[in-house]
């Protein structure tokens, strides 16, 4: 009993170094959404910025207001006690995420275990799974629609399972969470309704039961409807509005379309090819053996879905993430139950293959939990911000300046000391764009400092900062997770030659 304690607090601690750190190092966003529609609208909300300054989904009334409001609560919270930095702030923005995703993973543990879905001989693989997959931590950082949302759900299906008797309460609670992971993000709607069919068709819950869950549900989506029409100072049915654009009008068309196998190549080469077969295999095998399972019934539907949809992105798949190490652990427990008298080298090979995959993972967890997201923009800008306290000029390349990236000013970052010039992918920065009594840096991407590099270096430039380190990047050839020659990269005009 004292050595389970014993590796229980370990494991803890090594969970919550690893979920911390990620955090820390994350720094900017996975997909623009994540800034742009939510502490650009808080920015707004806060008086900082005017509308026009917002991206376009602000006028459209595309966005649920939930997570902006309570951004808009977390900050002035934050001034309160004097957390002033920026940086600091979205830090502690991260932590929440990590913290709730935590939360939310634990009860599904829990639910599991409660529901003997898990083989408690295999407990602490499950345990490493659930928590230590290599794309989780980075996932549950993200202070992002997907991330809240789905928590939410989670621990409302977790609510669910892990109770041998509902109240009516419990099912209001259900509800309430199922409400809140909708409102987050209106995509989650496919797990939901996915979720009251398992209950209906599967758990054979009478129609007042889900109709409880259903009211409570409704109940925050109401009031998301009241929380639009004080940010947007209209009434605004945002779910509406969404649907009309995306699905109706096949407006999220307009940002690229993808064949319908294109998740199919997200499932086995994103997590890294060793792990991705694991994942398709795991996949197939689980659906075919267990097609009552819950977890069937959740990614099965969400898949075929956004497969139909045309427009895809790998974060659209971040929700049915978490319950991966499910799949995985089932297939691989089944697999130790099946060769367990099989011949001996059967044996030798899986535990093999699992020591390799136990190798990449980690190695994969140290690579993205210690790196800022994308090209590394918002490791330039806090670098600029900690050690640039005068007049600065920032002189970028097309489409590489760290403040605005997409033609659009992350005015969140942007401080007063600052001033900005910009000038065509395939020219030399002119003399005049720089000033004379400011400290000018360049902004470009890999792939131009090194086209440029010599000249760079006879004109007095002087490399400062890169967005990514060196060693990540050797890594990220497996791992895919941004391409190498769009890494910013930050130089200083030391001297004029």
Request: glycine share 4%.
């Amino acid at each position: 009993m004292h050595n389970i304690v014993k590796k229980n607090i370990l494991l803890t601690l090594i969970i919550l170094t690893v979920y911390i750190t990620t955090a820390y190092y994350s720094s900017g966003y996975h997909f623009a959404d994540e800034h742009y529609q939510i502490i650009e609208f808080a920015n707004y909300k806060l008086g900082n910025i005017q509308s026009n300054q917002l991206a376009w989904e602000f006028n459209a009334k595309l966005r649920s207001s939930i997570q902006p409001w309570l951004t808009v609560i977390l900050f002035k919270t934050m001034d309160c006690v004097g957390v002033y930095n920026h940086y600091t702030q979205m830090f502690i923005l991260r932590l929440l995420s990590a913290f709730l995703s935590l939360f939310s993973i634990y009860l599904l543990y829990k639910s599991l275990v409660k529901r003997k879905i898990i083989d408690l001989n295999y407990r602490f693989l499950f345990l490493l799974l659930i928590f230590l997959l290599w794309f989780l931590p980075y996932i549950s950082v993200r202070y992002s629609s997907e991330t809240f949302s789905t928590s939410f759900f989670i621990i409302a299906i977790s609510i669910y399972l892990i109770k041998e008797k509902l109240s009516i309460l419990n099912y209001i609670i259900i509800g309430l969470f199922l409400g809140l992971a909708f409102l987050f993000r209106f995509q989650t709607g496919v797990l939901i309704f996915s979720f009251v069919v398992w209950l209906f068709f599967v758990e054979k819950q009478s129609v007042v039961k889900l109709f409880v869950i259903m009211l409570g549900g409704s109940v925050v989506v109401i009031f998301g409807v009241f929380l639009d029409y004080l940010f947007y100072n209209s009434f605004s049915l945002s779910l509406v509005n969404y649907f009309k654009f995306n699905i109706l009008q096949s407006g999220a068309s307009g940002f690229g379309t993808s064949p319908w196998w294109m998740f199919i190549k997200y499932f086995y080469k994103y997590p890294t090819y060793p792990l991705g077969f694991l994942i398709v295999i795991s996949l197939i095998y689980f659906i075919i053996r267990y097609p009552k399972n819950l977890f069937t019934f959740l990614i099965v539907p969400f898949i075929v879905i956004h497969t139909i949809i045309p427009h895809k992105e790998l974060r659209f798949l971040f929700p049915i993430a978490y319950f991966t190490p499910i799949i995985i652990f089932v297939f691989l427990t089944d697999a130790f139950k099946f060769i367990k008298h099989k011949r001996i080298i059967y044996k030798y090979v899986l535990i093999t293959y699992i020591s390799i995959l136990i190798i990449i993972n980690t190695v994969a967890i140290a690579a993205i939990g210690l790196k800022s997201t994308e090209a590394g923009l918002m490791k330039i800008t806090e670098y600029i911000y900690n050690n640039y306290k005068g007049s600065v000029h920032i002189v970028s390349k097309e489409w590489s300046n760290p403040y605005n990236p997409f033609g659009l000013p992350m005015t969140y970052y942007i401080t007063n000391n600052l001033s900005f010039s910009s000038f065509n992918e395939n020219e030399l920065p002119a003399d005049s764009l720089f000033k004379s009594n400011s400290v000018n840096l360049l902004s470009v991407n890999k792939r131009y400092y090194y086209k440029n590099k010599q000249w760079l270096e006879n004109k007095g430039f002087v490399l400062v900062q890169k967005g990514v380190p060196d060693w990540i990047m050797f890594f990220n050839k497996y791992q895919k997770g941004v391409e190498d020659f769009n890494i910013s990269y930050l130089l200083e005009l030391k001297y004029d030659k």
